[in-house]
């Protein structure tokens, strides 16, 4: 349930950084390859960035640099190593990794740190610096996939989180995408991604002309990129007083971490059509009052083109925000989402039933 991680170690002194990148070269030279260059630096009004990359094991999914931060009176040496297990297996641009690939490229990386370029320390000695939970769900079919993204599209996503736009030729304007869901937090700590995976690799450029882009037909990549800052916050969860990797790789804590994050965006109920929805409020034991503010929300979220929207007209009628998101944990004890599946749709398909992102996870 991981994409990719990145480690960092924080070096003492220009003498560590210099040692690090000799180290670098010199197992470069030794097997003839261009395994060390410069990093492309740049540079901003508050930081200068430079530094080596080392690509020696990246065709085991590990790659590393030694990078130099500096600014107005201050200069930071880092040594950067970054993980994606997955690629041990060639190029492998479908599947999520578990903790034991994870805990294979540990042992490889280790090895290689200490028997092959010389340096007495391993991963245990570098501290996590982000983490990729990611997921895969394979729908029935593309246009299922479709209807998914047009479903979460609607969710009442908090005002703190930023879309992702792209600029659009044909409207002289930047859009949100429209087969992808790409929005972070106003800090920058947490990103979410949940996109169409065969569309996405079909835009890749990099990708070579033979892959078979079938295998990702119906594929939704579900992920949640978390950042060192964030990551801090879960240290009293997973009962631990560091940035260690070892807690942070286990699997139980990116399933936390996914579940946490599609509630947050997309509720915990299911989507059905309206008819379906409005019964099983009906049939429930709430009073009528609940009952009558829940189908309201209902209509409001089907006819303002998602629960966002309805929320805000509701509180423009006089709702307090506090009995609107009372109205919203009702649906959630029910398990039926306020957005619901269009009647057309609903036809076409045969449906009248889609599980809620959260319950995709399992």
């Avoid at 007083?241 to 946490?260: G, M």
């Amino acid at each position: 349930m991981k994409h990719t991680l990145s480690l960092s170690m924080k070096l003492s002194c220009w003498e560590q950084y210099k040692f690090i990148i000799s180290r670098f070269y010199d197992y470069a030279r030794k097997h003839g390859h261009n395994y060390c260059f410069p990093l492309d630096g740049w540079e901003s009004k508050k930081m200068a960035v430079e530094g080596e990359m080392f690509t020696a094991l990246t065709k085991y999914g590990i790659t590393m640099r030694a990078v130099t931060y500096s600014g107005a009176g201050y200069v930071s040496y880092i040594w950067e190593i970054k993980i994606n297990p997955n690629s041990r297996y060639g190029i492998d641009r479908i599947s999520v990794a578990d903790e034991n690939d994870v805990k294979v490229c540990f042992d490889m990386l280790d090895f290689f740190l200490q028997h092959k370029l010389g340096i007495p320390c391993d991963h245990g000695d570098f501290n996590i610096n982000r983490l990729d939970c990611a997921y895969n769900h394979f729908s029935e079919s593309t246009e299922i996939l479709g209807l998914y993204m047009s479903l979460m599209k609607k969710a009442n996503i908090p005002h703190d989180y930023e879309h992702f736009r792209e600029y659009n030729d044909f409207a002289h304007r930047t859009i949100k995408p429209k087969d992808a869901i790409y929005c972070c937090n106003s800090s920058r700590t947490v990103t979410i991604n949940i996109y169409n995976k065969a569309l996405q690799l079909a835009k890749d450029k990099y990708i070579d002309e033979n892959y078979d882009l079938s295998q990702a037909n119906g594929l939704m990549r579900i992920e949640v990129q978390i950042s060192r800052q964030k990551l801090v916050g879960y240290q009293k969860l997973l009962r631990v007083n560091s940035l260690h990797p070892e807690a942070y790789i286990k699997d139980c804590f990116s399933f936390y971490v996914l579940k946490y994050y599609m509630k947050e965006l997309f509720r915990t109920g299911d989507y059905y059509t309206f008819a379906v929805a409005k019964e099983k409020i009906s049939n429930s034991n709430f009073h009528y009052p609940s009952k009558e503010m829940m189908v309201q929300m209902l209509e409001l979220t089907s006819t303002r083109n998602g629960l966002k929207n309805a929320i805000k007209e509701m509180l423009a009628m006089g709702y307090t925000q506090k009995s609107v998101f009372a109205t919203l944990e009702r649906f959630d004890s029910l398990h039926i989402n306020p957005v619901t599946i269009p009647i057309i749709k609903a036809r076409e398909h045969n449906i009248n039933f889609l599980p809620s992102p959260i319950n995709l996870l399992h």
